[in-house]
């Protein structure tokens, strides 16, 4: 479900002021993260690293309620719910985009994964849960190592989003530098920092 709210009622009502008709209200992190445990896991179970990474994309924002919200052109969105969104190379060479449901299970997150992505490859046709879900954008540039990259502030999409390239291995453990872009109406650094703090436990916390 999803509603629209006044943002004086809601914490973020001076961000909302300050930051909604800047001309640039999006900010960019960067961290690498240790994905040694999500290696394991995909070599063992042979898992995506993708699909697992996605998966404690999701499982990372669910004590943070600031992400359940979202500004939408002038408005301010509550969700009840979060996507994680993923970029699909489909049938005619291009990329389609995918929008997986968050869950705690990683099981029933991998069955969804491996049905759409799959269904939005071989339709060219994008699967898009924004109506009804905060969607948190994600790219894989697995062609190449990046250190990271800055998004653009389109005005149109004010989601979250995340940009990784090849994870890199330095003797025994594997590194994965990520960029992190919010809308500052949405959160501040200090939200954004607790996500990738808590992004870091959940990738070390999978089984």
Same mark, same amino acid.
């Given at each position: 479900m999803t509603k629209e709210i006044n943002p004086k009622d809601t914490a973020r009502a001076k961000a909302y002021e300050l930051w909604m008709k800047a001309p640039n209200p999006m900010v960019t992190f960067f961290k690498t993260l240790d994905v040694t445990n999500l290696v394991r896991i995909s070599k063992q179970k042979q898992l995506k690293f993708n699909m697992l990474l996605d998966y404690c994309i999701g499982k990372s924002v669910s004590t943070i309620k600031e992400f359940y919200i979202l500004p939408v052109g002038e408005k301010l969105m509550q969700y009840d719910t979060? $996507?994680?969104?993923?970029?699909?190379?489909?049938?005619?060479g291009e990329v389609s985009s995918c929008d997986i449901l968050a869950t705690d299970n990683l099981d029933d997150f991998n069955r969804d994964y491996l049905k759409y992505t799959s269904e939005v490859a071989d339709r060219c046709t994008d699967?898009?849960?924004?109506a009804d879900s905060m969607v948190i954008g994600t790219s894989a540039i697995i062609d190449t190592e990046i250190d990271g990259a800055? #998004?653009?502030?389109s005005g149109i999409f004010n989601n979250p989003f995340m940009i990784w390239g090849r994870y890199r291995k330095k003797l025994?453990?594997?590194?994965?530098?990520v960029s992190f872009q919010f809308h500052h109406t949405q959160m501040d #650094? $200090?939200?954004a920092g607790r996500f990738l703090e808590n992004l870091q436990k959940e990738i070390n916390a999978v089984k």
């Open positions: 979060i $996507a994680v969104n993923t970029m699909v190379k489909n049938k005619t699967r898009d849960l924004s800055v #998004g653009m502030n025994f453990r594997y590194y994965l530098p #650094g $200090a939200h």
